[in-house]
Structures are given as C-alpha cells and as structure tokens.
C-alpha cells in the first residue's frame, strides 16, 4: 500500500455567507421581566479566635467576604447574607445565527499523482449546538455531513482539478447560515507540506 503523505494544497478561504445577514447575528430579540433576588443584612462568622461582623446592603449574592483586624492581625472570612427581596428588571435577549465554517485541504498518494479533498467543518454556535449540516460537492447535493471532517474520492491531479463545497448548518433553534469555498488541487503543489498562505513561498 502506497504511503499516504498529508499536505494543504493551499489554505482555503472561508466563504462568506450567501444569506444577506452574515452567520453568528442577533435575531429574535425581545425585552424579558428577569426576578433576582436580593440580599441584605448583617453577616458574622468566626476568624482570628471572635466573631467578626459587617452588614451588608442590597448584594446579588448570598456570600460575602468579612475581613477585619483582630490584635493587630487582619482576620477574614465568608458568611450567608439574609434574603431581603426579589427584584424585577426588563432585560434584553437575543438569539444568535450559527455561524458555517468550512475548511478544505488536499491528502496526496506518495507520488502525488492522486488526490483527495478532505472537508472539515469548523462551524459553531454560540447559544447552543449545531443540529444538522448538509454539504454540496460542486453544486450537487451530497445529504448530511457527520463528524467535523469528511473525505472525499479520489482523482488524478494531472494536468489539475478544482473543489467546491457549500455546507448549510441548522443550530437547535432552528436558524440556518451557509458557507462555501473552493481549493484548486496541482501536482505541482504537493511537495509544499503545511498550512502556508502562498505555495509560492514554500
């Protein structure tokens, strides 16, 4: 079996997305009644042999930090705070778009004569999870993409061959964003191992 020798062709270039509004965007936003509670009072706890105190006023949290100097020694320690009330304030949230990402490199054989487009998906989504990617190999709908990267079949490199990709991803909240790019695959290239923004320069 030949040995397999790994290489990027050349660095692919994000897509940007076809849709008007680009991936990782505010949508659905909406003002909300959000309840807190608050916390008031004195608070004690024990450190440096006594008990030390300090009171408290309107805090978001049900701990607080007492420190106090105790026979020329500061003395320091955390105690609850008392429940006082809930408050309720407007706030505003928004749904956010996933953002499709797709990445392409080249795998060669061993005399570069073959090669294969190797599909990485590096899409994201930052309120949630991506549900569902569905990708097209130029332009023809290939289904479901599983797994962050994908391999595609083999093809000669003489004289060159090009590779389209288009990836849609549908987050859990429904939302969509579509991405594509496309790498240009050369015998001539393979030597140049690595990430490298101009082949040129390897």
């Known amino acids: 079996m030949s040995k397999m020798i790994f290489g990027a062709v050349v660095s692919a270039f994000f897509g940007i997305s076809q849709y008007a509004v680009a991936g990782e965007q505010q949508v659905n936003c909406r003002t909300q009644a959000v309840t807190s ?23 978001a ?14 003395a320091s320690c955390s105690a609850s705070v008392p429940f006082s009330h809930n408050e309720t304030a407007n706030v505003r949230k928004c749904d956010y778009t996933p953002q499709a990402r797709v990445k392409l490199d080249a795998q060669f054989n061993s005399d570069s004569t073959r090669a294969r487009v190797v599909i990485r998906n590096l899409s994201t989504d930052r309120d949630g999870q991506i549900s569902k990617v569905e990708y097209w190999v130029d332009n023809v709908y290939q289904g479901t993409l599983s ?29 969509t964003d579509i991405s594509s790019t496309y790498i240009p695959v050369k015998a001539k290239d393979a030597p140049c191992w690595g990430d490298h923004e101009n082949p040129v320069s390897c």
């Open 37 to 59: 509670p608050v916390y008031s009072g004195n608070v004690s706890c024990y450190a440096g042999g006594q008990y030390i105190s300090r009171y408290v006023y309107n805090s």
């Open 147 to 175: 797994g962050s990267y994908k391999y595609l079949s083999w093809r000669d490199t003489f004289p060159s061959f090009s590779t389209k990709v288009k990836i849609r991803v549908t987050d859990n909240d429904g939302y």
């Open 61 to 74: 949290s049900n701990i607080a930090f007492v420190s106090q100097v105790v026979n020329g020694r500061t």
